[in-house]
């Protein structure tokens, strides 16, 4: 875990929706993710995400900032080098349903990325296929059949086949589990962690179950309205939150997860979270915030590092 495989320097995502209007998706925000480690980001809905995810891949342009991956700006790669970088980092979509193409097979699905990239033919490609369906816990035999024919479960690990059929080194993982039953949940997250020690794989992982971020993440990245509010290793976000906004999150946690919660008292949060089109001046969370100041309204925190790798966007510190 020496070397960062990806570097997310001030990127902005903004998207016209008509009248003058902006939707700042994601406004401003930094972070590195090192070979090896999963970054888990969670935060409300609207909190900007999933919008991170699709930049980092490049389903977005970034409307500013640099999306660096292996030392190079994504932006300004070349047709072989943006090739090149489609086949190394990959995603799974939060939707099984609607991410799988409904009139394909499940073989010719998977199979797509090996043709594109020509990474085998004929019968080697047939064996890779069927390689990658028992790599996910699923049977050779399914390649014949339609997304339609399977569960949930079962379609989260028909696109995570697809994702590893042309051999990433770096995974998005956008919300995998969240239209999954809970008893299903689990498994796929320890498939996740099986599939990363045996292909040396990076995970940004997006999720807004707490419980199953901490199981599975090296650090965790806490977003708000397009900012990230607070980032850290996972222990020491759970034992030492700084942010206001992440005490917030982690009060509400089920008390089924009390080793999780801790001894936190409930904190409940006044109103609702603000438009991405006409955010608050100074600090997003202030309008929320139990412990806003009349400096919040001012201006923006600034994000720095306050402990040993463990960054906040307040003015408490």
Known sequence: MSENVLEIHDVKKHFDVGHKQVIKSVDGISFSIKKGETLGIVGESGSGKSTIGRTIVGLYEATAGKV???????????????????RKMQMIFQDPHASLNPR????EIIAEGIDAYGLAKGKAKQERVFQL???????????KRFPHEFSG?????????????VQPSFIVADEPIS?????????????????????????LFIAHDLAMVKHISDRIGVMYLGKMMELADSQTLFQDPLHPYTNALLSAIPVSAPKLRGTRERIVLGG????????????????????????CAMEMPEWKEVKENHWVACHLY
């Open 179 to 203: 239209a999954l039953d809970v008893s299903i949940q689990a498994q796929v997250v320890n498939l996740l962690e099986d599939l990363q020690k045996e292909e040396d794989l990076t995970y």
């Open 153 to 165: 479960g079962q379609r989260q690990r028909i696109g995570i086949a697809r994702a590893l059929a």
């Open 272 to 295: 609702d979270p603000p438009s991405p089109i006409n955010p608050p001046s100074g600090c997003p969370f202030r309008t929320r915030c139990p412990s806003a100041m009349e400096h």
């Open 133 to 143: 369906l028992e790599r996910v816990g699923l049977n050779p035999d399914h390649a």
């Open 104 to 107: 394909m097979r499940v073989g």
């Open 68 to 86: 660096m991956f292996e030392g190079k700006d994504i932006s300004q790669l070349d047709r072989k080098g943006k090739r090149e970088f489609n």
